[in-house]
């Protein structure tokens, strides 16, 4: 078992060789892997959970294809153009008229959080983007490569996020990489299999394994909560925190195991076989009945809000899909149109970016 994942990290040490070489993000790269490396040896010496090894075996394998997939038709174009970004606004953003570089690295690591946050707890509220979202929860084995289970469109929704804090704020490219180096080491650990002295001290100030796992629950009254990236204070204040052990991992009736299923998933709304409308909308009443704290005297306004809301969303897929795909191709041509200006622009800047 031992030798059959060192081969997956050999395999992914070649790519991410290969991608250090063809982009300006290299160093970002090679400290994913780094991180990655260094949870992968504490999971396999020391797991918190004993994963049948078949099982573990098909997560890595889907995990890591999928990387590889997304980083094919996105993530290497993701921080160079978000560095190409940081280059042209960071002397104009709301951080600008902060000249202690501590301060202006706390605010921005501090804003940047707090958006992954919202971001995050959208994704599980809103149907149009809990379709991406739930390809990252439908492993049935919480492991370190569950951080790159992650839908190609849901990197595309991420970095626009990030786009838009990276003008807004204008945050250099320095805190740029610092930024992404910290949130990247944190992902990689609150999905790592392992458990620690002192992490449900350590959840008091940020996201650890533990509170992680709640997260990734099959209950949908766990798994939206504990929505921090970094922090668990933001969880704290908007009173999304639960510490608790989860009975079970993943999606409910979810079968997307493989790279070309996970891809597929992205574009449905049920998490993986099947199910009747009857139960889900049975399920999405009970949802409603809960956040009332089950009072007496509103089933079936419940019933029918339920009904009314899932026959829309199922019916509403494919308009659904086919905007989210627009907007698809022009976040696509808006970037090509702006990587092309910067390299107008800077010819000599980009040669050295590439």
């Not at 940020?206 to 909560?225: G, N």
């Not at 022009?330 to 050295?352: C, F, S, T």
Request: glycine fraction near 6%; charged fraction near 20%.
């Amino acid at each position: 078992m031992l030798s059959e994942l060192k081969s997956s990290a050999t395999l992914l040490q070649s790519y991410l060789t290969w991608l250090i070489n063809m982009s300006s993000g290299g160093v970002a790269i090679y400290i994913l892997f780094m991180f990655f490396t260094l949870f992968l040896m504490v999971e396999v010496c020391d797991p918190r959970e004993k994963i049948p090894p078949k099982q573990l075996r098909q997560s890595y394998r889907a995990n890591i294809e999928l990387f590889v997939f997304n980083s094919v038709v996105m993530s290497m174009l993701s921080v160079p153009s978000l560095l190409i970004l940081a280059e042209q606004f960071s002397d104009k953003g709301l951080l600008n008229p902060i000249h202690n570089p501590a301060g202006k690295a706390v605010l921005s690591f501090l804003a940047i959080d707090l958006l992954l946050y919202c971001l995050h707890k959208a994704s599980h509220r809103f149907d149009c983007l809990w379709m991406f979202h739930k390809v990252h929860h439908n492993d049935p084995c919480l492991n370190v490569s569950t951080a790159f289970r992650i839908h190609f469109l849901e990197v595309v929704i991420i970095n626009l996020v990030k786009a838009m804090a990276v003008v807004i704020l204008g945050i250099d490219g320095a805190l740029l990489l610092m930024n992404e180096a910290i949130i990247t080491f944190f992902t990689l650990l609150h999905h790592t299999n392992i458990s620690f002295r002192g992490e449900r001290f350590l959840g008091g100030l940020i996201i650890t394994p533990y509170l992680h796992r709640v997260h990734h629950s099959t209950r949908r009254d766990e798994h939206d909560r504990n929505y921090g990236a970094v922090l668990s204070i933001w969880d704290r204040l908007f009173g999304t925190l639960a510490e608790l052990e989860p009975e079970k991992i993943g999606v409910k009736g979810s079968t997307a195991q493989d790279l070309i299923s996970l891809v597929k998933c992205g574009f449905t709304m049920t998490g993986g076989s099947p199910v009747s409308l009857d139960v889900m909308i049975a399920e999405a009443a009970y949802y409603k009945a809960e956040k009332r704290g089950f009072h007496p005297g509103n089933e079936h306004r419940d019933w029918l809000e339920a009904k009314n809301e899932i026959i829309s969303s199922v019916y509403d897929e494919r308009r659904v899909r086919n905007k989210l795909m627009r907007i698809w191709r022009g976040a696509i041509k808006i970037m090509n149109i702006a990587l092309q200006g910067r390299n107008r622009k800077y010819p000599l800047y980009w040669k050295q970016m590439n």
